[in-house]
């Protein structure tokens, strides 16, 4: 089992910034994959970015520039930063731990008002 705590979500202006954050508790198996989802209303779930274990990182292209995602290994917890924030970024991110299961987050709102 695999537990997955978010947080960092909000209301922010376009042009601003946040900095989601995911810590991973329980079982943690190698190879293994964190990435961060999200699912704006009336859409379905997409990637934003993801992590694997042997450091490789995959953005979604259209994010690729503003978004940044980090891993803290001694933490086990995964970061996404998100830059010059769109009113088309709004979604509800989830946290997603790959490893011999899938795991997801319960979800952080971001709203960005233009």
């Known amino acids: 089992q695999v537990q997955l705590r978010e947080s960092g979500g909000g209301l922010v202006q376009a042009g601003g910034s946040l900095r989601l954050s995911c810590v991973f508790s329980?079982?943690?198996?190698?190879?293994?994959?964190m990435g961060w989802y999200r699912q704006a209303p009336g859409k379905q779930r997409e990637l934003v970015a993801s992590?694997?274990?042997?450091?490789?990182?995959n953005y979604a292209d259209s994010l690729k520039g503003r978004f940044t995602i980090s891993r803290d290994w001694g933490k086990n917890t995964v970061y996404l930063q998100m830059n010059s924030l769109e009113p088309e970024d709004t979604a509800v991110y989830y946290c997603?731990?790959?490893?011999?299961?899938?795991?997801w987050g319960q979800g952080t709102q971001v709203t960005v008002s233009s």
């Open positions: 997603n731990y790959q490893g011999r299961m899938s795991y």
């Open positions: 329980g079982i943690i198996v190698t190879p293994n994959t």
């Open positions: 992590s694997d274990s042997a450091r490789n990182t």
